[in-house]
């Protein structure tokens, strides 16, 4: 009795249409719930046997993948709890670009625990202290796990780099990781600056072509516009470019003007002038050398004839972004108008031509030399989702290869980690006297859903892998991971699963504080959805549908 006139008390306070809920049971458990749904949707996406999921986003776009923050970014989350994984998640995303699901999931289990933990009777804050000084101790444990004379690599060497690629690449595409590894590595290597720690993401561009297969797949040192030449001229070797930011076309004047015709001949030397000046225009840039006009707006008639008539290859380039990166490959310096260019603003390729692959016309600008600022993937694939999955596959390595020329070293992969730290948190935990000590415990057995997953993904018997992992772990070898391929535990030296240590140490400390950050919350006061009467009998069927 006394709840029901306390909530009336909070209700006569605020303004009608705000929901009330406060307490363990109604907002922490609530919280929790809405947060390990989320992480269920993610757990069975993790690794290389991961499954895939189907979203379709409100504009009927489907996707097929296992990329936990491509499916998160698709799923409109409302619930403000599970909101918070979601953040997380993205900040990994945008950190690492790879290792959201980890996070995730992380976050998920470490909630679940302490929901079993909030049931037994500990006091939240007394959790998130736990889980605090588990984590800060996790980060110190795991830095004694990386793998000696990793800290120092040549971001240079392909061998070194595909090595700690796999196991991002492979959670994605399980199997085609050697292939995707290699084009990946050749093309991040291609663009790596003098100073690695300045390698841009952009210069890494994907082309996503249907038809054939990942092995018609190849990289191509330049770019790839998916756009037929204008004009008849569709190769040109070795040839200086003019960039045209605003179109190759006759210019209509600022002024406004009318203009008297009396008689026939006036009105030939009229147009021919008009002729003449596009002539004009189009003979200059001839004449500086540029072989190839690429044209960032419309291209006129006229000028395309006179094009033609040059011998001059003409591009169109519609996108604003497309047509900077163009300047990028070719290090041509985009006119404003249509003029004579300076020999200082032309660029140069090695070879610009049309070629059709797959039944779609692409024009290739090749740099084969010196400045090869921008590298693209080419990828084949039979259908539009399975090409958007290579790509996400791609993407995770290029990013995993940024993310190495900042901090290269590398921890044991394939749940070996996990393992090692569930371990070494479990002892820590015994030594601690008070409270706490359940809440590391429980931090520590969280870590155990990765081998489970993987195993649960790959069609093992968990249990029986998770117990051996544990018994070979406690009698020191702290490299045993899961083969998934076989089914057994094995040295990852042998079977050479990395993971980088930043994208561990990350998604340790995001999972931590967004399970604390959720924990904090006791009471959840939401104000009635904005918007007219339609989402008010929106929300009142909604409640309507609680009720029943």
């Known amino acids: 009795m006394g709840i029901s006139t306390q909530s009336h008390g909070i209700q006569s306070m ?13 907002a922490v458990i609530k919280n929790i719930e809405a947060c390990k749904e989320l992480s269920t949707i993610t757990r069975t996406s993790l690794g290389p046997n991961g499954m895939n999921k189907m979203v379709i986003n409100h504009l009927d776009k489907l996707f097929v993948t296992n990329d936990a923050a491509t499916i998160v970014n698709e799923l409109e989350i409302q619930h403000p709890a599970a909101k918070i994984l979601v953040l997380a998640a993205k900040a990994q995303q945008a950190e690492i670009g790879d290792g959201a699901n980890l996070t995730i999931s992380f976050a998920g289990e470490l909630l679940q625990n302490a929901e079993e933990l909030i049931r037994m009777g500990l006091h939240p804050s007394e959790i998130i202290s736990g889980y605090t000084k588990a984590s800060i101790k996790g980060v110190e444990y795991l830095e004694e796990l990386v793998e000696s004379g990793s800290e120092s690599m040549d971001v240079r060497n392909k061998v070194e780099v595909v090595s700690r690629m796999r196991a991002a690449v492979a959670s994605k595409q399980f199997g085609q990781e050697e292939i995707i590894c290699s084009l990946v590595a050749d093309a991040c290597i291609q663009v790596c600056p003098k100073n690695p720690t300045n390698f841009n993401l952009d210069n890494v561009r994907i082309s996503k072509l249907l038809g054939g297969g990942l092995h018609n797949s190849c990289i191509i040192r330049g770019m790839v516009l998916k756009s037929d030449a204008i004009g008849s001229i569709k190769r040109m070797e070795k040839a200086k470019v003019a960039v045209f930011a605003d179109g190759v076309d006759t210019t209509a004047t600022e002024t406004k003007g009318t ?60 996108s604003k972004f497309e047509l900077r ?130 195993a649960d993904n790959a069609g093992l018997n968990a249990m029986e892998i998770t117990a051996s992992l544990y018994t070979g772990h406690g009698s020191g070898n702290a490299k045993l991971g899961i083969d998934l391929e076989e089914g057994v535990c094995k040295d990852v030296s042998e079977t050479k699963v990395w993971d980088l240590y930043s994208t561990k140490l990350f998604a340790l400390k995001y999972a931590a504080d967004a399970a604390c950050t959720v924990l904090r919350v006791d009471q959840i006061i939401m104000a009635k959805p904005a918007g007219g009467p339609r989402r008010d009998a929106a929300a009142a069927a909604g409640a309507g549908m609680d009720e029943d």
């Open 14 to 26: 605020l303004k009608e249409g705000y929901r009330h809920l406060s307490g363990l049971d109604e």
């Open 259 to 318: 203009v008297l015709i009396h008689s026939a001949e006036q009105l030939e030397n009229y147009a021919k002038t008009e002729e003449a000046k596009v002539e004009e225009l189009i003979k200059a840039v001839a004449e500086s050398g540029a072989k190839v006009i690429v044209s960032g707006g419309s291209v006129g008639e006229m000028a395309l004839h006179f094009c033609e008539r040059y011998k001059l290859m003409v591009l169109k380039i519609s």
């Open 325 to 454: 990166r163009f300047c990028r490959t070719t290090g041509a310096v985009a006119q404003l108008k249509l003029s004579r260019p300076s020999p200082d603003d032309l660029g140069y390729v090695d070879s610009i031509s049309v070629e059709e692959i797959g039944g779609v016309r692409v024009t290739i600008a090749r740099n084969e030399e010196g400045g090869n600022s921008i590298s693209t993937v080419v990828l084949r694939g039979s259908t539009d989702s399975i090409l958007d999955d290579l790509e996400r596959a791609v993407d995770d390595g290029v990013n995993t290869y940024k993310a190495m020329c900042r901090d290269s070293r590398i921890v044991p992969g394939a749940a070996a980690t996990e393992i090692e730290l569930a371990q070494r948190l479990k002892e820590y935990a015994n030594a601690e006297t008070g409270l706490d000590k359940y809440a590391i415990s429980k931090f520590a057995e969280s870590f155990e859903f990765v081998p489970k997953t993987l």
